[in-house]
């Protein structure tokens, strides 16, 4: 038997999942690792710590399924997106620790790049709106601040890689230098039109061009992970950003078709196929996964839109306010009253997203009054989530011009049927849940596969991919008006 090795190294742990022609899930391994907080708004990852978590979830699944890395016929990296290494060419060894995405060390400087007016020449090449998150601002850093980087990356002694590229450097010892096209679009150094790295931004960043990996379709012939590795060379066949992954995973491959992640925050993407859409609400503009030797090997273009505070709201109902005892419960008590009874929940912790980009605004709590009860609390909340939601759909749809006919949900927080049933009532579409909930693992696994002929297409695929549960739109075109006219209410009381 033959199978797909997928990896995952995600912002808190690294999983290795090995897949069945079937998409079956054969075994797993997961291992967290340390977040370091070296300064306020500093987060970074130990290089050692990414590469080592790989190294070992993968050892352990290939064991646990009694598989030799011999049977695995295409090996896939889905990653982190954005979060930014720099090493010695000759040696591997990393000048500093991985900047991890969340790192607010360059918010200053990228204010500082909106000031002078270069919001509209990095949008216009990037897709992206300048900001810390990306990794331009922190490769820039590493030069500036690590002693005698710049000068060893002039003398093209250094490398700079996202983690899908320091994985595959490491996993063949130096022989595999390259990236995918959905993480180069994260970079902020890449033009999302011409394909390139682009020389502009470039000098903008003052990064020399030999330090940037080659740039391919997320599926492809990246070259073999070294024999001491795993015993045994495994063709790395997939390198992918995780949401692009996630994309793929739910095979999301049309034109207006869109998936959105409920973790902690809520990640909505939508594939807009040929067409680059500029967007008017602050959505970014971005690159999705293709495959090399396809007739149409350019990557399809794709809009995202965040939502700050996902299932992070139900955590807060469980550890901030105490009253559930644990995620699964806000369902049970938000079936048990008929409606919220007037309460809006808006989880503006952090600010708002998009469309509304405030980061002033906090959470707010409206419609209180005495017949309120703990449920009606819980179910605006979850509400909170899915009406959120709505409102980066409509973006997506206003700014694409179309309309979508299906959401795909995965993520932690799509376990919960009370809330996929709102927001399909929301929508006015149906929701689905696919059965293997690994879309992102799987996303790269299919990406490798295909590439590799361990499946023949994407058909194959579809019969695979069945869903868990659709939940249809059941509420009357009255009820969605007066509903979400609500929730534009507090959201309003929210901006004041
Ligand atoms: P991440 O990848 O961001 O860590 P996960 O996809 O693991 O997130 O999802 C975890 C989130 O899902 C948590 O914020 C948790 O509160 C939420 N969650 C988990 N189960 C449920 C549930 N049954 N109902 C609502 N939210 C849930």
Redesign the pocket.
């Known amino acids: 038997m033959k199978y797909v090795l997928s990896l995952d190294q ?3 742990s690294s999983r290795a999942i090995i897949f069945d022609k079937g998409g079956n899930i054969i075994s797993s391994a997961q291992r967290e690792f340390k977040q370091l907080y070296p300064a306020a708004g500093w987060v970074e990852h130990s290089p050692a710590d990414i590469y080592g978590t790989v190294v070992s979830v993968a050892a352990e699944a290939l064991a646990r399924a009694s598989v030799s890395a011999e049977d695995i016929c295409a090996l896939g990296i889905t990653n982190q997106r954005e979060t930014t290494l720099v090493w010695d060419k000759r040696t591997g060894e990393p000048v500093c620790n991985a900047i991890v995405w969340q790192c607010r060390r360059t918010a200053e400087y990228c204010e500082k790049l909106k000031a002078e007016g270069l919001s509209e020449l990095i949008y216009e090449k990037t897709g992206l709106i300048p900001d810390a998150y990306f990794s331009a601002t922190k490769l820039k850093w590493i030069l500036d601040n690590i002693p005698s980087a710049r000068i060893r990356a002039e003398r093209g002694e250094l490398l700079f890689g996202t983690v899908d590229t320091f994985l595959m450097w490491k996993l063949s010892k130096g022989g595999i230098f390259a990236t995918d096209y959905t993480n180069a679009a994260r970079t902020m150094l890449f033009n999302i039109h011409t394909l390139e790295w682009d020389d502009e931004l470039l000098k903008l960043f003052t990064v020399p061009r030999q330090m940037l990996p080659e740039v391919k379709p997320s599926g492809s012939d990246f070259g073999c992970t070294d024999k001491s590795v795993f015993g045994f060379g495994i063709p790395v066949c997939s390198a992918v950003g995780d949401q692009q992954a996630a994309l793929f995973g739910q095979l999301c491959l049309n034109e207006g078709d869109v998936k959105n ?5 809520c990640f909505l993407l939508m594939n807009t196929g040929g067409r680059a859409v500029k967007s008017n609400s602050g959505l970014i503009t971005t690159l999705g996964a293709t495959i090399s030797a396809h007739e149409n090997a350019k990557p399809p273009y794709v809009l995202e839109g965040s939502v700050f505070a ?6 807060w109902l ?1 550890d901030g306010l105490k009253i559930i005892s ?3 419960e ?2 049970t008590l938000a079936a048990q009253v008929k409606d919220n009874g007037g309460v809006y929940f808006v989880p503006a912790f952090t600010g708002l997203g998009a469309p509304y980009w405030n980061s002033e605004a906090r959470g707010t709590v409206t419609g209180l009054t005495r017949g309120t009860t703990r449920a009606h609390i819980v179910r605006a909340v ?1 509400e909170g989530i899915a009406y959120q939601v709505y409102d980066v759909v409509e973006a997506m749809q206003k700014d694409a011009q179309v309309k979508i006919c299906r959401l795909a949900v ?4 799509s ?2 049927d009370f ?1 996929l049933q709102f927001q399909a009532d929301i929508l006015n579409c149906p929701t689905e849940r696919p059965k293997v909930f690994e879309t992102t693992a799987l996303g790269a696994a299919y990406l490798a596969g295909l590439y590799s002929g361990f499946w023949k297409s994407v058909d194959e695929l579809k019969n695979n991919l069945s869903a868990n549960a659709v939940f249809s739109p059941a509420m009357s075109e009255d009820k969605r008006k007066q509903n979400l006219e609500g929730w534009r209410k507090a959201v309003n009381r929210t901006l004041l």
């Open positions: 995600g912002t808190t992640t409920y973790g902690t925050g996902g299932g992070a709201a139900v955590q469980r644990s995620a699964d806000s369902q979850l995965d993520g932690g927080a376990r919960n809330l």
